[in-house]
């Protein structure tokens, strides 16, 4: 998603960028611009000895030693020239490097930040393209830009200020090339922009269903779509790739022109300067001949300047898109901000409340929760369910504040969550999501995840066993140091869902909360997993989503939603009674017989 800003605000964005460059960068960049000076000095004081060479050679009794003084200058400077070029293009690549390093360690920090609302709202493969493409073309902006768009002006400038007194019809033509070279690129420039600004939405899009692809690749040839995929793959690489040669094909008429505006300047110097030869006068002719030579170096250094800074305007279009959407990035600040709390009320620890809260997601037109008022005490387990889309997800998605509530409050500990340091609440909850992710590494990495230093072995061991993985994690290689591929690929999903309950249970938290993470188990590993979990975390406040009535039904309380209300709680038996949602749902999986209900 990015902002439609004008030309103006781009181009503010890549200087509001400059503003992380680090002390140490500037000090290069400095060094860059002295050693640009000398080279431009060296470059144009070559041109002067060239002129002496010519007129020594020209008049007669003239000495060897001097022409060969001259000529050794000439070599000196051009060598003094090169070096000052290769010191130049390593500060500018040294300041690149270290200037998209600091700019993609600030947009991760920045995203680490982000809600769940802000990450919605700029998408993965959005925010995956700003970290990597869009740092990208600032970087060769910054290496190219250092070294052609500092060196340009300087050279233009002092060029001029040395041939202006020469000729006014040389300096007449070089005015003239340099407006036609101008012209050119202006024109370049309006056809090719336009262009640049969709390059970037495109390369989101073609990211995005690339990664929807590979992630979604089982169900893709399960389904054999693979010929979908491809004709969608093919639509967005088609559109992405001619957009990209239109301007490339509009861009790259510059060269040429600028070629012919640089041959086109060449000749009408020597035409002008063989006119002006014929005119003058003998003792005049040399002189002229010695300024022509010297003319046309110093035109030719005035038109490479300006070919300079069309290489820049070939970049700058796209690399002032890209800074405009890495600022947005940057810029954006989190919905939801730290308190400054870092502990409950003393003798209410593990306990949650919901007091009459309601939660809508952004830009939505109804509410997803509304009116949700319960308390979880200190070692109660208290189980949601409900049909699809009811809002138990969501529910549990307010106790660690990954969504803040859009009225009422949800406390921990006797505090509402918006006062907790958002580090201080997380770390009182051990939360299992949904799906089961994890990490690449080590079995034992997984668990000891966001703990520093190494796993502590008995805890490591103790929380496998809670979880009933203990007896598949000593069949790995390795066992608790055994290999976990990205994702848990080589798992199963109930592994999975069993290492991540573990996870959790390392921590050993206030509060576990369970978002439907029984489902991948079978009944028996369901049933002793519970059972342990009701004699080591005896003290700890769990909130459990199933769907299953058997994980629920032993549960010190069950909040039934419909339709993001709560329309029963209460105990298995005093719902199966009084709660006809409950009722039909527990039917649907159990006979009367297996219910104890008439």
């Keep these: 998603m990015c902002r439609r800003d004008g030309p103006p605000e781009r181009r503010m964005s890549v200087l509001k960028l400059l503003r992380n460059l680090k002390p140490r960068d500037v000090g290069f960049m400095l060094i860059a611009i002295t050693f640009i000076i000398t080279q431009v000095w060296l470059d144009l004081a070559m041109p002067g000895y060239m002129s002496e060479i010519t007129l020594l050679v020209q008049t007669p009794g003239s000495a060897m030693a001097d022409i060969n003084h001259a000529a050794v200058m000439m070599l000196l400077c051009a060598f003094g020239s090169l070096i000052a070029s290769v010191i130049t293009a390593v500060c500018a690549a040294q300041v690149a490097a270290s200037f998209s390093s600091t700019l993609r360690h600030r947009l991760f920090a920045k995203v680490q930040s982000f809600s769940m609302g802000e990450i919605g709202r700029f998408s993965t493969a959005s925010l995956i393209t700003r970290t990597t493409n869009d740092v990208m073309q600032v970087q060769m902006l910054i290496v190219m830009g250092l070294q052609a768009l500092v060196k340009a002006p300087i050279t233009a400038c002092w060029a001029i200020g040395k041939i202006i007194d020469k000729s006014w019809q040389w300096t007449a033509s070089v005015s003239i090339a340099v407006m036609v070279l101008l012209l050119i690129i202006t024109v370049c420039r309006m056809l090719a922009m336009p262009k640049f600004k969709l390059l970037q939405q495109l390369t989101d899009r073609l990211n995005r269903v690339t990664r929807e692809n590979l992630t979604g690749l089982r169900v893709v040839r399960a389904y054999n779509a693979e010929d979908y995929q491809e004709a969608k793959f093919a639509a967005a690489n088609a559109e992405l790739t001619a957009t990209q040669l239109f301007a490339q094909r509009v861009m790259a008429f510059m060269r040429p022109g600028t070629q012919m505006v640089n041959n086109g300047l060449a000749l009408a110097i020597y035409w002008l300067g063989a006119a002006l030869i014929h005119n003058a006068a003998p003792a005049d002719k040399l002189v002229l001949f010695s300024d022509m030579v010297v003319f ?247 909130i459990i989503v199933a769907q299953r009535i058997g994980t629920i039904r032993d549960a010190d309380r069950i909040l039934v939603l419909d339709e993001g209300r709560i329309v029963g709680q209460g105990r298995h038996e005093e719902l199966l009674q009084s709660c006809e949602v409950y009722r039909q749902i527990a039917l649907s999986q159990l006979s009367k017989e297996e219910l104890g209900h008439e």
Excluded: W
């Design 296 to 542: 046309s170096q110093y035109g030719m250094q005035v038109v490479m300047s300006f070919m300079m800074v069309s290489m820049i305007f070939v970049m700058l279009p796209r690399a002032a898109v890209s800074a405009a959407r890495i600022n947005e990035v940057l810029e954006t600040e989190p919905a939801i901000g730290d308190g400054g709390r870092d502990a409950g009320e003393p003798g209410r620890q593990g306990e949650i409340e919901f007091r009459h809260v309601s939660f809508a997601y952004p830009d939505a037109e109804e509410a997803v929760l509304e009116d949700i008022s319960f308390t979880a005490r200190r070692g109660e387990t208290v189980a949601i369910i409900g049909a699809t889309g009811s809002g138990k997800s969501t529910l549990i998605n307010l106790i660690p504040r990954f969504y803040d509530a859009t009225a009422g409050e949800v406390l921990v500990d006797g505090v509402n969550v918006r006062d907790y340091e958002q580090q201080s609440l997380r770390r009182k909850i051990g939360y299992i999501s949904q799906k089961a992710q994890l990490f690449s590494g080590s079995v034992a990495d997984n668990i000891s995840y966001g703990e520093n230093g190494e796993a502590d072995a008995a805890r490591l061991q103790q929380a496998l066993a809670t979880a009933q993985a203990a007896d598949f994690v000593a069949e790995l290689e390795g066992g608790a140091e055994g290999h976990v591929a990205q994702g848990g690929n080589n798992l199963s999903g109930g592994q999975k869902q069993r290492l991540s309950i573990a996870r959790a249970l390392y921590r050993k938290p206030e509060i576990l909360i369970f978002d439907d993470s029984f489902s991948a188990l079978d009944y028996k590993t369901d049933r002793l997993l519970r059972d342990e979990l009701d004699k080591t975390c005896a003290g700890t406040t769990r």
